[in-house]
């Protein structure tokens, strides 16, 4: 074999400059902690614990993949927390007090929560009702019908091959892992391949001007929050089948922890910018930072501190990398003169 048949090929170098150049700070972010946790933590590098984090990871990161067409798109989703919850006690009402067929349930929860999210999406397109306040109504009222469906107490479903979903392993890997694996192909395709993908950005960067060009802006950000809610509804089977019961407490804080991996993953919410790559980046390192911090026995309640420390931080990056916004051109200024 010749040493250029040896060399890197041409599109692999392509991938590895765009992501360095994209990503490089948060991967070297990412090196550093692990560096750290690795050093510090003496049980942070064993395999257990590396796959306890993917699929911990997991039941963030398939709803964050969606979030991430929404904020591209230069909308918000703060209900997905919410949905979880109204999908893991809607599974457990239908499987368990009324007997369906788990796979039948399954599918009946994720049709709901679908048209849950097309309703949502529906009405911020339709009625130009801004996509924070719709999702913010959207939040209280599925938090709320979760809990009258179950009366806020858990119901366990005990059933094995349904519980392998949430805890079991294939290939060496968490379930919940190679679910993620496949839902980042499915909308890295459907980002970075389909006309869909690129009337999202085409939105996010002005919408005025894609409706101009033809884009059905309205439909386009209809479907993203049925996107999301299918995802919700995803997560929420996922976690339900971890714990082995419908519970309307389950989600609480996920939103916040959802959007986090987005903007970290460098996103920006402006719209316009982002990637699904960045988002899978920016909730293992999240990941990574949550376990980290269990391991070095921090304080739950400073563990919400540096979280907020690190999404505060990921917010500036971004609106300095934003054009036209003040803080970037107070930076681009302050270069100038320097």
């Not at 349930?105 to 719709?134: D, E």
């Amino acid at each position: 074999m010749s040493e250029q048949d040896m060399a890197m090929p041409t599109w692999w170098r392509s991938v590895v400059r765009d992501v360095a150049l994209d990503h490089g700070g948060l991967l070297i972010a990412l090196a550093i902690l692990m560096a750290v946790a690795t050093l510090f933590a003496p049980h942070f590098a064993s395999i257990a614990n590396l796959l306890d984090i993917l699929r911990q990871m997991a039941f963030t990161g398939v709803v964050a993949l969606g979030m991430t067409l929404v904020i591209i798109a230069g909308e918000i989703d703060i209900s997905v927390g919410s949905a979880v919850a109204f999908s893991s006690a809607l599974f457990g009402v239908v499987a368990v007090n009324f007997g369906w067929p788990l796979p039948l349930a399954a599918v009946a929860v994720l049709a709901s929560s679908s048209l849950v999210g097309l309703a949502a999406g529906a009405i911020r397109a339709f009625f130009g009702v801004p996509s924070f306040i719709v999702t913010l109504a959207l939040f209280s009222a599925l938090k709320g019908a979760a809990w009258l469906l179950t009366d806020a107490i858990p119901i366990p479903i005990l059933d094995d091959s349904f519980n392998w979903w949430g805890t079991g392993s294939l290939l060496g890997l968490p379930v919940p892992a190679l679910i993620l694996i496949i839902v980042f192909v499915v909308f890295s395709v459907i980002a970075n391949r389909t006309s869909f993908g690129r009337s999202v950005y085409t939105i996010g960067g002005n919408a005025d001007a894609a409706y101009l060009s033809g884009i059905p802006v309205a439909s386009v950000r209809t479907v993203l929050f049925g996107l999301t809610g299918f995802l919700a509804g995803v997560s929420g089977l996922l976690q339900t089948s971890r714990l082995a019961a419908g519970n309307a407490d389950m989600g609480t804080g996920l939103e916040f922890a959802v959007i986090t991996a987005v903007i970290v993953g460098g996103a920006s919410l402006f719209g316009g910018k982002g990637s699904m790559l960045g988002t899978m980046l920016g909730g293992l390192f999240i990941a990574v930072l949550n376990n980290a911090m269990v391991l070095f026995g921090v304080n739950s309640y400073a563990q919400y501190v540096a979280n907020g420390l690190v999404v505060l931080l990921a917010v500036l990056i971004s609106t300095l990398r934003s054009p036209g916004t003040p803080a970037s051109n107070l930076f681009a200024s302050f270069k100038k003169r320097h």
